[in-house]
């Protein structure tokens, strides 16, 4: 199995910082990288898909790096509505592995 | 539009057998490149992927839980259905089925169901 090691697992951050979290691969795996959003009692938001494309309607502050076992998600200036839990996930071979999340809380 | 719906017992015995259905619309699995699969989430935990089913009935499992799921399509119903045997405690969870495109989820995710095993 790919193992996805993301970091932090908690960050505080206050309105308008820069955050960036970091998703680890312990193989390559191309670009075949997305990054959710989840809020409490909510099913997970697809923010970026294939490494570094934004999908359709996520806002411009959001973005993707990375390629091969080394990905980051930025956000580039952190707005209220963005404080929730985030998570990347491989598909780029069975089993489809999930990082085990970073919790983005109010400083 | 897209949307998909799980439904299934919300509460279950050990050792039960845990039926989940996965009914959607505006797709079709029969179209080439489609799939659905299934995550979970125990509570106040991380995201699990579960199983996968496409459009050529192709099917692919968690390793871990392999030997317990099974998952199935009915075409003409527009559903697919995971089974887990001998359930426990720690199969509790919120159950998620998602759409599936070209080898990658789609943006469109059911609500999910919590599921509690407790004797």
């Known amino acids: 199995d790919i193992q996805m090691t993301q970091s932090p697992s908690s960050l505080s951050a206050s309105v308008g910082d820069r955050v960036t979290i970091t998703c680890r691969a312990s193989?390559?795996?191309?670009?075949?990288l997305g990054w959710y959003q989840q809020k409490p009692g909510k099913a997970p938001k697809r923010l970026i898909y294939a490494a570094s494309t934004l999908q359709n309607g996520v806002p411009s502050r959001f973005s993707g790096s990375g390629y091969g076992t080394e990905f980051t998600l930025t956000i580039s200036s952190l707005q209220p509505e963005d404080f929730a839990t985030y998570y990347c996930?491989?598909?780029?071979?069975?089993?489809?592995?999930f990082g085990q999340g970073t919790k983005v809380e109010i400083k | 539009q897209i949307t998909l719906r799980e439904s299934g017992p919300t509460l279950l015995k050990p050792t039960q057998t845990l039926t989940l259905t996965c009914t959607f619309s505006g797709f079709s699995l029969s179209t080439s490149g489609v799939g659905v699969g299934w995550i979970r989430q125990p509570p106040g935990k991380a995201l699990e992927w579960l199983a996968v089913i496409y459009w050529n009935d192709d099917k692919r499992y968690s390793p871990s839980l392999q030997s317990r799921l099974t998952v199935t399509k009915d075409t003409s119903k527009n559903q697919v259905v995971l089974t887990m045997t001998n359930i426990d405690p720690v199969d509790t969870g919120t159950y998620y089925c998602?759409?599936?495109?070209?080898?990658?989820?789609?943006?469109?995710w059911g609500q999910g169901i919590l599921v509690s095993v407790s004797s």
């Open positions: 996930l491989q598909v780029y071979d069975y089993p489809w592995t």
């Open positions: 998602a759409h599936i495109l070209y080898g990658d989820f789609s943006p469109r």
């Open positions: 193989q390559g795996i191309g670009k075949d």
